[in-house]
């Protein structure tokens, strides 16, 4: 890593890079803003006052803050993020962002300007339902993996694939945030007294725990295909036409259901947030996601598998189901630490009133329990609803 | 991969070499014999006329002659083999000989000499049984196996380490000629005519199909640990004292089952050749080997687990049947492979009877798909000694 070269940009900077490239006409006149939240990245805004178009400019910074705390982050993520975004973009131009340029000293990315969408998380949360979100993550999901796979690549190329994705760094942050600290009294969680019940019978639960060690071992030791590693709806642009995936910078070689499983968490959060007659179109984009995601990897499989057992019988069946259970128990982690980790989600923290916050989390931390201890033995989306609608105030230790 | 620089080595060349690494003193009367088999590698033996004691400069050959066909073969093998043999003998120094020295652009390896070991394929076969085999392999797999993986790691480092060993080359050679040629009506295989019904039996088998596709998709995605890749007797120096592992070109980030079950299947291989009453002293190794990998394996698991979740209940146990069925199933394709496939085992082809040869290799057949089929309700190894105890000359069709 040129540490030695690497600078961060200022406004200036970052239109003198947008024309350099050639990126808008000599003599245009640009505006710059950054408009990034400043944790983890700077992210420049570059428009062209006359005709309103625009390209982003995204720095990785050399350091993450989180509730105050700063620690040094690698900014190789930047090479990641923008490596994966390509190659996603070779199988699914239509749902990630066209990348124009990266700079990997600088840990630079430009890309294309998604500023007329909305982030998903904030527009569900105002009550939008976005009804072509879960056909296009499903097909997404679907395309990224099986072309990624032992399926659909030659599978001596995957290998060297994999090899530019080993990110050692920002899976540690999956490992402690999402399948660790959450489950064990660590100095990162986050939740409200209220909930402290609750959550030291979750510390204290066996059952859960070794289930969620064999989840988490899953996610350190299966290289299935190039996953996003962290599709939760705040890393998706959305419009009712149009689905745009972000941020890939978590990209690694890891196990089919994590993307699948993360979504549905976060959709599932979105729901416990909403009153019960408003929760139908967040359901319906759970089990839509899993239609299309579903038929559109066995219509690859079939039509494009290279690997020369494709055609057994009964092997898609099986491995669809393995991908779903492990999705399930994958959202079930998901669930749980945007509960009581470091990282919650507006969904639930945004409720106003405290009681029904409360409950909320309540139904969570059960409905996450329930998700990871019982996947073997959901078959199917509707399944996951049923699980859903039991969940109680009474919470965990209902 | 400086293919410029790169030229086979001569005896003298060897000679040079050794006097260059300060390996005998100077003036010391050398002699050197070129003693590998020559399809692979060339392998000189430098030796101390005075002393007798020596070393082994090993080279790989940029191409593989097998059955008369030469096709090219990466030069990268060299360096897989002596950072295996390095990443070994710093958990198990006793079970691998020492490297002296390599040389990546001439695919070289200097190494201890151990000619006064037997190669364990060639004892078993002449009707040692080499007492203390099985305690030995089974330490050198729970110890490297465990160092290697997220138990016994920093889990970060090991991501490196994973990059380090991508052998996609090395790798492809197992996915065919283990998990894929031989369940297919493929031009590699190589079989007596009068195995003909058994075999095409065995290539229309559906359920053995679907059961040897999972087995291969572990193979290609499941990165546990550091595996050796390719621990048959063949590969294993011997004596009734001592045993050194040696050939770790195939090693890999790989799965957990996968060494043992090749050692497991490669005795079962040889016990096939011998009279039931010669049979014990191997069937045991099996048992020990076993028994040795799994307390040495837990006790590592309950001293020096880097994981938080160690300590679960229940989770080794687990673990443990899961490497155990994997191994299992990895045993059958291998016995099945080396009875049909391109690269045969002595102890089945040495058989001089032809009678009795076929009645093994029938038997082979029909172990190795029972092994596959039946692996997740064999639960320990007494339950694979009563398979092979009803393993009948009827073979694959029985």
Redesign the interface.
Known sequence: MSKSIYEPLTESGAVALAVRLGLFPEGTPLTCREIGDGNLNLVFHVVDQRTGSGVIIKQALPYAKVVGESWPLTLKRAVIESNALRTFASYVPQYVPTVYYSDESLAITVMEDLSHLQIARKGLIEGKTFPLLSEHIGEFIAKTLFYTS?FGMN???K??L??QF????L??IT?DLVF?DPF?DHETNNFEPELRHDVEALWKD?AL??E???L??KF?????ALIHGDLHTGSIFASDTETKVIDPEFAFYGPFGFDIGQFFANLLLNALSRKEHEQAPILHHIEKTWDVFSTVFANLWNEHNV???AK????LQ?LLHDIFVDAVGFAGCEVIRRTIGLAHVADLDGISDKQTRLEAKRRALQLGRTLILQRDSLRNTKDIFTTFAQTSAEGYLA
């Open positions: 032992d599978q001596q190329q290998k060297q994999a090899q080993i990110n050692p760094e899976c540690k490992e660790t064990f066996e725990h070794l969620t060690a064999k988490k071992r350190l030791t299966e290289a299935d690997e020369p057992y057994t019988n009964g092997w099986d």
